[in-house]
């Protein structure tokens, strides 16, 4: 076990040459479960985001998926301070907002806004587009009253709709174009960062295309960071360059787009794909195989111990249930938490996290193992633990 602090060792943060906009780093979110009665005690806690760490670069989109129930959206509303987190820290531009109150976070909602899922109750039914669109630029007074109204008429001009409908109400409009008013006001104050809550799950397959090109097309002219919030696989692909996936409260992979989807290593991640239809695959021939997980999602009040994902895995050892598989970064720009990582069909047969944990290969401490400093932090380091070589690689 000498040759551990060999496998993997503490190496300083690279040097980035853009600062990230939005950095993450264990981030918990536990809802209380209550008794019923008069004294209402607490006996439990649902365990809706535990340990989450990712960063947003500047002009860039991070995808956060996975399956409904895995902690997307509390994320998202934690980020935006919509919740307040029960640990951990959000440094938006270098300044944690985790703990900030009411009044201190006033500037910043103007940095980070929200495009919400449902387009037809995230607007109120009873004003008009223009006092919607127009009333953040009321409440943080960006411009004079007497031009609030051509600045929402540009707006609606900017997302593709008629600016002469900003005195028409939010039932005269259809899906799409509703989607487009939510996208407009999250844009009325110039944001830097833009959470988008499953923006087109609630379209039509054709207005889903339309909504995505207009994101782009905003990112390109404004230079807005997205975290995008999804679970169309395919949707997150034309639209992310970078990818997280979440099981159960924790992020198992994380990536680039190419690591990701043409060499996951994580289970989890490759049934996910598994279940995306592939049209090269159907130009060729042949279809790729469906990868079925048995059982339900655990509950997120009684989570399993060690890797959550290991009730429903196909290769879960004793390793699984015992210790929880650390977020190892195996490639430039790929992390993953499970303790087999590998393609599909090429897992190894023996853990290849043991010797950095300290343990043997069942989970259990190892007398004449040593511990090495993995790190958890946000973002990628210059070095990472090449699988195929059980050894460190560098850029």
Known sequence: MSDAKTSLTKDPAPAAETKPVLSVDNLRMYFPVKTSGIIRRTVGHVQAVDGVSFE???????????????????????????????????????????????????????????????????????????????????????????????????LLEVVGLNPEHYNRYPHEFSGGQRQRIGIARALTLNPKLLVADEPVSALDVSIQAQVINLLQDIQKEFGVSFLFIAHDLAVVRHFCPEIAVMYLGKIVEIGDRDSIYEAPQHPYTQALLSAVPDVKQAQVGGRRERIRLEGDVPSPINPPSGCRFRTRCPIAQDICARVEPPLLQIGKKHKVACHFPGVIGKHPEKPVTARLLGVDDEGRPDPGGSPADIGNAPGYADTWFDLENNSMGRA
């Open 56 to 154: 947003v670069g500047a002009a860039t989109s991070l995808g956060l998926v996975g399956e409904s129930g895995c902690g997307k959206s509390t994320t998202g509303r934690m980020v935006t301070r919509l919740y307040k987190p029960t640990g951990g820290e959000i440094k938006f531009e270098g300044r944690d907002i985790a703990t900030l109150n009411a009044r201190a976070l006033m500037p910043l909602r103007r940095e980070i806004q929200m495009i919400f899922q449902d387009p037809s109750t995230s607007l109120n039914p009873r004003h008009t587009v223009g006092t919607i669109i127009g009333a953040p630029l009321r409440i943080h007074k960006i411009v004079p009253r007497d031009k609030v109204l051509p600045r929402v008429q540009e």
